[in-house]
C-alpha cells in the first residue's frame, strides 16, 4: 500500500505525541530513511517505545518496515525531481492530499454537516477565500453555513454557539491564532469542531474533534513565503459533492 494512503486510513489513531512524530518524519524524511529508532526518539525526546507503537498504529510491523515505506516514497520522489522543483512539489502536494482523505473520517463529517443545525466556517487570509466559497456551497443545499469576513463576528459568533452547531477550521499551518482562539471558544460551548490543517502535530488539529489533513509544501520567494489552497479547496468540494450523493 501506498505510504500515504496508509497514513490516511490510519490518522484517526494517533495522539498528539504520534503526530509530533509523524510531523518529523515527512519534514526530515531522507534523514529518517536512514536513522535507527533509537535516534529518532533521541531527536523527539521520546522513547523508542512509543516510536514503535507510533509506526505500528499507522500498520507498519515496526520501525524498519515504516522506515522502508517512508525510503520507497523518497525514492519515487528523487525519480520525478526536475529543474521546474516548485512546479513538480505543488502537483505532488494535490496528488498526496487526495491520498490523505480518510473515507471513514469523512462519512463522519457528512453526518455533522447533515444533523447540526449551523455551520460556521473559521478562517483568515486566504484560507478564507476557499471558507467563504464552502459556505455559499452549503447554502444551496438549504444549510445554515456562514464564514464571517471580520475576524471580531468570528469570535463573537463562537460565543453563540452550542451543541447542535458545527465548526469548520481551514488553516494550513495550524497555527494561525485568530482561528484557534474561535475555535476552541466554540468547542467550550459545546459545539462539534473539524479541522483542516497540514498534515502533522499542530495546535489546531490538537484541539479538533475530527481532522482532515493537505499535504502543502511552502516556497519562498524574494524572502516571502507562499502556500498554496488549493490543497483546502480540494478537500471541501469533495465534501460538498459527497454530501450531494449523500442526502
Known amino acids: 500500500?501506498?505510504?500515504?494512503?496508509?497514513?490516511?486510513?490510519?490518522?484517526?489513531?494517533?495522539?498528539?505525541?504520534d503526530n509530533e512524530i509523524l510531523s518529523y518524519c515527512i519534514q526530515n524524511n531522507e534523514k529518517v530513511s536512514d536513522m535507527k529508532v533509537q535516534e529518532v526518539a533521541q531527536a523527539l525526546y521520546t522513547s523508542p517505545a512509543s516510536?514503535?507503537?507510533?509506526?505500528?498504529?499507522?500498520g507498519f510491523s515496526g520501525f524498519?518496515?515504516?522506515?522502508?515505506?517512508?525510503?520507497?516514497?523518497?525514492?519515487?520522489?528523487?525519480?520525478?525531481?526536475t529543474s521546474?522543483?516548485?512546479?513538480?512539489?505543488?502537483?505532488?502536494?494535490?496528488?498526496?492530499?487526495?491520498?490523505?482523505?480518510?473515507e471513514e473520517t469523512i462519512e463522519e463529517i457528512l453526518k455533522l454537516i447533515h444533523t447540526r443545525?449551523?455551520?460556521?466556517?473559521?478562517?483568515?487570509?486566504?484560507?478564507?477565500?476557499?471558507?467563504?466559497?464552502?459556505?455559499?456551497?452549503?447554502?444551496?443545499?438549504?444549510?445554515?453555513?456562514?464564514?464571517?469576513?471580520?475576524?471580531?463576528?468570528?469570535n463573537i459568533s463562537a460565543k453563540q454557539l452550542g451543541e447542535d452547531d458545527l465548526v469548520i477550521a481551514?488553516?494550513?499551518?495550524?497555527?494561525?491564532?485568530?482561528?484557534?482562539?474561535?475555535?476552541?471558544?466554540?468547542?467550550?460551548?459545546?459545539?462539534?469542531?473539524?479541522?483542516?490543517?497540514?498534515?502533522?502535530s499542530n495546535t489546531l488539529s490538537d484541539v479538533a474533534d475530527i481532522n482532515l489533513y493537505v499535504k502543502s509544501t511552502h516556497f519562498i520567494k524574494e524572502e516571502i513565503e507562499v502556500r498554496s489552497r488549493v490543497q483546502l479547496l480540494i478537500l471541501c468540494e469533495y465534501l460538498f459533492f459527497r454530501y450531494l450523493e449523500w442526502t
Open 64 to 81: 524498519s518496515e515504516f522506515k522502508a515505506a517512508l525510503k520507497m516514497e523518497v525514492h519515487r520522489e528523487s525519480k520525478t525531481q
Open 1 to 17: 500500500m501506498d505510504f500515504f494512503n496508509r497514513i490516511a486510513e490510519n490518522t484517526q489513531y494517533l495522539n498528539k505525541s
Open 84 to 102: 521546474e522543483i516548485n512546479s513538480i512539489d505543488f502537483l505532488k502536494d494535490i496528488s498526496k492530499t487526495i491520498q490523505l482523505i480518510p
Open 117 to 154: 443545525k449551523r455551520i460556521e466556517l473559521f478562517a483568515v487570509g486566504s484560507s478564507r477565500t476557499v471558507a467563504n466559497e464552502f459556505a455559499k456551497r452549503l447554502q444551496l443545499v438549504k444549510k445554515s453555513a456562514y464564514c464571517y469576513d471580520d475576524s471580531t463576528l468570528m
Open 51 to 58: 516510536v514503535i507503537r507510533f509506526c505500528k498504529k499507522l
Open 170 to 200: 481551514l488553516s494550513v499551518s495550524g497555527e494561525t491564532s485568530l482561528v484557534i482562539a474561535a475555535a476552541n471558544m466554540a468547542k467550550s460551548r459545546g459545539a462539534a469542531l473539524v479541522s483542516m490543517t497540514n498534515l502533522g
